[in-house]
């Protein structure tokens, strides 16, 4: 960091649009929700004053006191206090309220006024409050605390101009006098409520509002399930139905390019290089960008909605159960789109036991990355057909057998690790429904595609071609496709694990696309293309074709088909309990502080999933045999 | 197959890119290892990227 430019930080209770704020001021696109508790590590960019000056502007996880509290508000608490060991003390702090909430949120201002430090009031929401029939009195507000008062609507832009003209040299200074007992809690409170009794009147007769409406039904302990479940399946039958044409559009474009490339080049490696490793492989995988559009643009609505605290509320009961609190159901929620900002979630949890717990099971949530696998194999289960409520109810199942299995592990943890030094209160807050930023929305969908992408067009990339060098070299000369194959690198790995995995129901080839997908879980997708297209490759007009037609045409030696029912739910069962994904492992480490719980959860659940394959896989054929 | 698979360019076009792949790739990991940063965060990245 520059000694030159000023830091401002960012402070307010959780989910009073603080990251919204730093959007609107730095141009990011840092992750917004309507919860509390969406912001749990620092996030720094910078802004221009209408005067030219640049500032570092900072983002803290949302606080309610500068006392106690979980591992993010430490974060908020050390930065204004300036203890933290990477950030100086901010010169400026913004602190975020929201004008409908004024009672709780002016506490933590008048906490942050005593700390002395140059400080501006943001009020923000004054559309929420005016909406329920609040009257602001920012000019009084300002009185009162002797500091300035910007009004503000951060999603919509307003107020930012005023607040950047508060921004100004020379910062606002702490006031001189305040109108509490500095350092004692009872005073301090007593004056916040006087204060804003005086300059955020409250109508005398409570309305009942849209979100007091909406929660008689969806906080129902009946109805409330209906639609929890509802929700969950609608989003998995839009992921199904509503993704097939674009991706048949990507599918076309995969095969057009594999038939230029062939009518342009002769014969030769280079060529199935390009077509068989880069079109095919990874093509296969960059097929299911639709798909992964969809869910993240779905779990944006639910995160912006405020419907993430009601299922945190309807879980609570359950939660409790498994030794856990509602609140740590918000990161489990979130590793529905990838375990590594739920894990990074769990910060929001104040008993360090369950916030272990809970990291300890955050990856068996299915993240997006296994969405490619699912979407290969639950169509070779249900007869091909892709589309349908019978899928989305499939799909739904895999979700519930991740959900529940986190679940049962978490309560035998739990147990083991004994009761907690504190008592861990379980706070949540319903802020009320809202209709999400969709500017934010799209900015955060395209994004996390362009992710996907990226990935798809370097680590799986250079996999498919590692991959595919290994199924080609070394070169036997050879009329029979099969003795090619085994003499090349992949050939030799798949004989020696094939004793390993046929127990599972897999031969070796599957096996060595499991092994590939240990560097990402998409790979297998990609890997399965290219292993399984060699075979035909002295038939120039099979070697395309969907990936799925050809696994279910695949047979064992013996002429008896390989992907059966039992395998191919074998292999479901080991993608949903597997964990296949380094990154994760490297937040694990750090935030449980040990790398022994990494590598304790990756063998634990590796090996469950390994195990659960064998059941099913032999249960499986004893049945069906 | 090609029996002179050597005396083709193609083969050599391909062996290229395998080793240039490798070659990148031990890159990449020794300098994930230094900054022990997560950039290739989940499918998808993870937009919580350790300061
Ligand atoms: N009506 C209204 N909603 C707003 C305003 N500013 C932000 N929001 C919404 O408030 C919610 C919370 O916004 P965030 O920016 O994530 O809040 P935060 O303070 O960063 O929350 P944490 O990171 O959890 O501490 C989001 O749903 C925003 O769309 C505003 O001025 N008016
Ligand atoms: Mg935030």
Known sequence: ?625 | MNPNALSDWQTWAAITAVVVTMVLFIRGARKKKKSGGCDSCGPVGCGSDPE
């Open chain 1, 1 to 625: 960091m520059e000694d030159s430019t000023d830091l401002v930080a960012l402070a307010g209770n959780p989910n009073s649009g603080k990251t919204t704020l730093f959007n609107a001021l730095t141009g990011s696109a840092a992750k917004v929700g309507n919860y509390a508790g969406v912001t749990v590590d620092i996030k720094r960019g910078e802004t221009r004053t209408p005067h030219g000056a640049v500032l570092e502007i900072i983002d803290l996880p949302g606080t309610y006191s500068l006392e106690g509290g979980s591992p993010d508000q430490q974060i908020a608490r050390e930065v204004l206090s300036g203890k933290h060991d990477r950030v100086p003390r901010p010169s400026l702090v913004i602190c975020v309220l929201d004008a409908s909430n004024l009672e709780r949120h002016l506490q933590l201002a008048l906490e942050v006024i005593e700390l002395e430090i140059p400080i501006v009031i943001a009020l923000n929401m004054v559309d929420l409050a005016e909406k329920t029939g609040i009257r602001l009195d920012p000019v009084k507000l300002a009185e009162e605390l002797g500091v300035p008062v910007v009004p503000m609507q951060a999603d919509k832009g307003k107020g930012i101009v005023e607040l950047k003209q508060a921004m100004r040299h020379p910062f606002p200074a702490a006031p001189d006098e305040i109108g509490w007992e500095k350092g004692d809690a009872e005073s301090r409170r007593a004056f916040g409520l006087s204060t804003s009794d005086l300059s955020a009147r409250r109508p005398t007769a409570h309305t009942s509002t849209l979100s007091d409406k909406l929660d008689r039904v969806l906080l129902h302990p009946v109805w409330g399930w209906f639609f929890f479940i509802g929700i969950f399946f609608a989003l998995f039958w839009s992921i199904f139905s509503w993704a097939g044409i674009p991706m048949g559009w990507i599918e076309s474009a995969q095969e057009f390019l594999i038939g230029k490339v062939e009518g342009l080049m002769s014969e030769g490696d280079f060529r199935d290089l390009i077509t068989q490793g880069i079109l095919g492989g990874v093509g296969a995988v960059v097929i299911f960008l639709p798909q992964i559009l969809m869910l993240f643009f779905f779990i944006g609505l639910l995160e912006s909605s405020g419907y993430m605290s009601r299922a945190a509320f309807l879980m609570d009961g359950f939660m409790a159960k498994v030794g856990l609190s509602g609140k740590a159901f918000l990161p489990l929620l979130s590793s529905f789109a990838c375990a590594i900002p739920g894990v990074m979630a769990t910060r929001t949890i104040d008993s360090a036991k369950e916030r272990l717990v809970t990291i300890f099971v955050a990856p068996w949530m299915s993240c997006s990355a296994r969405l490619p696998v699912y979407l290969l194999l639950v169509p070779m289960l249900l007869g091909g057909r892709e589309g349908g409520a019978k899928q989305a109810l499939f799909f739904l199942g895999i979700y519930v057998l991740g959900t529940l299995t986190a679940f049962a592990v978490a309560r035998i943890l739990r147990g083991r690790l004994g009761p907690d030094e504190v008592e861990s209160h379980f706070m949540l807050e319903l802020p009320p429904y809202r209709l999400p930023q969709w500017n934010y929305i799209f900015r955060h969908v395209l994004d996390r595609g362009w992710a996907f992408l990226r990935k798809a067009g370097t680590t799986i990339l250079g996999i498919m071609i590692l991959l595919w060098a290994a199924t080609t070299y070394p070169k036997l000369d050879s009329e029979d496709p099969g003795e090619v194959l085994s003499h090349t690198i992949v050939g030799r790995i798949s004989d020696t694990i094939e004793p390993l995995v046929k127990p599972m129901g897999f031969d070796g080839r599957t096996g060595t696309a499991i092994l590939t997908s240990f560097a990402a879980r998409e790979v297998f997708v990609g890997s399965m293309a290219q292993l399984f297209q060699i075979e035909e490759s002295d038939d120039e007009d099979e070697t395309r074709g969907r990936i799925r037609d050809r696994l279910a045409a695949e047979t064992w030696a013996d002429g008896k088909p390989m992907f059966t029912m039992p395998a191919v739910l074998a292999l479901l069962i080991f993608y949903i309990y597997a964990l296949q994904c380094l990154p994760t492992s490297a937040v694990v480490a750090r935030e449980a502080g040990s790398w022994k719980w990494a590598v304790g959860q990756f063998v634990f659940m590796t090996v469950f999933a390994a195990v659960a394959a064998l059941l099913v896989y032999q249960v499986g054929t004893f049945f069906s045999s």
